[in-house]
């Protein structure tokens, strides 16, 4: 029954899907590190976090499109994926709990993970940003920006001068001045200490310092001492 539902679930965010950082494959790695991460805790309630991990990203292309620049993909796509499951009669109790991880999976959402559930999610969509598949999410979003292979430009200078409001967080101004690397120290360093579980935590630690090891590199390659 549930795995029926599963399939039509995916098949209904395969519609929805664009962007290729954020695309099937994206999907089934996070509900893949879900269950990876959910072994850690046997009252997990797995039907949730299969669900909400099929169904996280849902409305991410139509933030992506969205001209206003209102929209998130964290609260439309609880209420499109609650709207989902009810039609192909998932439980009443499990679909609220769905609802929440998707609500809570962002990074810079407003809304916090409460439930173990969310938890989970949350640190599984986040691994998915760091270490070589980081990397080349990255580029993917890189180039289809036209974003800069590398920037050495001081931190606080990028942060003053290209990110709204001068803050860390704030929205990129303009995007051919942003790269990989710039990401990398901004947001994707922070991850392993906003994590909630510790496998999670622990598998964020050697991905970010593999990522780590290869902004490195690439500095000296560009600076001609490799
Ligand atoms: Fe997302
Ligand atoms: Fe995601």
Do not use: W
Not at 46 to 62: E, F, G, M, S, T
Not at 119 to 128: H, P, Q, R, Y
Not at 185 to 214: G, N, V, W
């Amino acid at each position: 029954m549930k795995e029926a539902i599963f399939q039509k679930l995916e098949a209904a965010v395969v519609r929805e899907l664009g962007c290729s950082a954020h695309d099937l494959e994206h999907v089934r790695r996070v509900y893949r590190l879900c269950l990876q991460l959910a072994v850690d805790f046997p009252a997990i309630d797995v039907d949730v976090l299969q669900a909400a991990a099929l169904l996280h990203d849902i409305a991410r292309v139509k933030e992506d499109k969205d001209p206003t620049g209102t929209i998130d993909h964290a609260a439309l796509g609880a209420t499109m994926g609650v709207a989902l499951l009810r039609s192909f009669g998932f439980p009443e109790p499990q679909s609220a709990a769905v609802a929440h991880c998707i609500a809570a999976h962002r990074y810079r959402g407003g809304s916090v993970p409460q439930s173990l559930e969310a938890k989970v999610l949350f640190d599984a969509d986040k691994l998915d940003v760091l270490g070589a598949v980081g990397l080349a999410r990255s580029y993917i979003i890189t180039g289809e920006y036209g974003g800069l292979l590398y920037s050495g430009a001081p931190l606080d200078e990028y942060i003053r001068d290209n990110l709204q409001g001068g803050a860390p967080t704030g929205r990129i101004k303009d995007i051919s001045k942003h790269a990989a690397n710039l990401e990398y120290e901004l947001k994707f360093k922070l991850i392993p200490e906003r994590l909630y579980t510790s496998r999670a935590k622990a598998l964020a630690k050697e991905r970010t310092a593999f990522m780590d090891q290869y902004f490195q590199r690439l500095r000296r390659e560009l600076a001609g001492e490799l």
